[in-house]
Nanobody
Framework: QLQAYGGGLVQAGGSLRLSCAADGRTFSSYAVGWFRQAPGKEREFVAAISWSGGMTYYADSVKGRFGISRDNAENTVSLFMSSLKPEDTASYYC????????????????????WGQGTLVTVSS
């Protein structure tokens, strides 16, 4: 089971850090992705990181503003979000992919085997 936390209310232009932790399971051998879902919209890919942290990939909409990292010793993955915009408002989910490296399916939600509960990020204008 994965747990995503760190969401909250932030003003436009602000920053927030989300974290994803694994309960009772190590996900150091999994690639991890972040997705988000706004009300009335489909879940969309945000960012992903390979099992070692050596590869990362971002959606165009967040490139240059968000950063993903992982600490396998602590069994956590973080998503640093800066220059936040109202359109970033959504519930953010982390998920684990048993494929260690990133691949074309990395951006597809169905690729991921384990999901955490979402954490809500609200960006006010």
């Amino acid at each position: 089971q994965l747990q995503a936390y760190g969401g909250g209310l932030v003003q436009a232009g602000g920053s927030l850090r989300l974290s994803c932790a694994a309960d009772g399971r190590t996900f150091s051998s999994y690639a991890v992705g972040w997705f988000r879902q706004a009300p009335g919209k489909e879940r969309e890919f945000v960012a992903a990181i390979s099992w070692s942290g050596g590869m990362t990939y971002y959606a165009d909409s967040v490139k240059g503003r968000f950063g993903i990292s992982r600490d396998n010793a602590e069994n956590t993955v973080s998503l640093f979000m800066s220059s936040l915009k109202p359109e970033d408002t959504a519930s953010y989910y982390c998920a684990a992919d048993p494929m260690r490296a990133l691949h074309p399916g990395t951006v597809v939600a169905a690729t991921y085997q384990f999901w955490g509960q979402g954490t809500l990020v609200t960006v006010s204008s």
